[in-house]
């Protein structure tokens, strides 16, 4: 199935605000790890108000962002100029 034809099938909206801002969630234990993809679940956030759930497999959200590319690391040149101001 194409993108287009899961989010008509399967959308995303919080049970908390009614956002339809979703993204992946880590996995917090073993039964969230191992169990909840037997039931075809997966934890999801709410890209709003932070809520936490779980939601099929199919329901179309977005990736997590990884901790690396989350932090934006400073130009050098910018941060040697800033090493003489008084």
Excluded: W
Aim: aromatic share 10%; charged share 25%.
């Amino acid at each position: 199935m194409s993108d287009s034809s899961d989010a008509r099938l399967f959308p995303y909206r919080c049970a908390e605000c009614g956002s339809p801002d979703g993204f992946r969630s880590r996995s917090r234990n073993v039964v969230e790890r191992f169990l909840l993809p037997v039931f075809l679940l997966r934890p999801v956030r709410c890209g709003q108000c932070f809520h936490r759930d779980y939601r099929l497999i199919f329901t179309p959200v977005r990736d997590r962002l990884s901790d690396s590319s989350a932090g934006i690391r400073p130009h050098k040149a910018a941060a040697a100029t800033n090493r003489h101001v008084a």
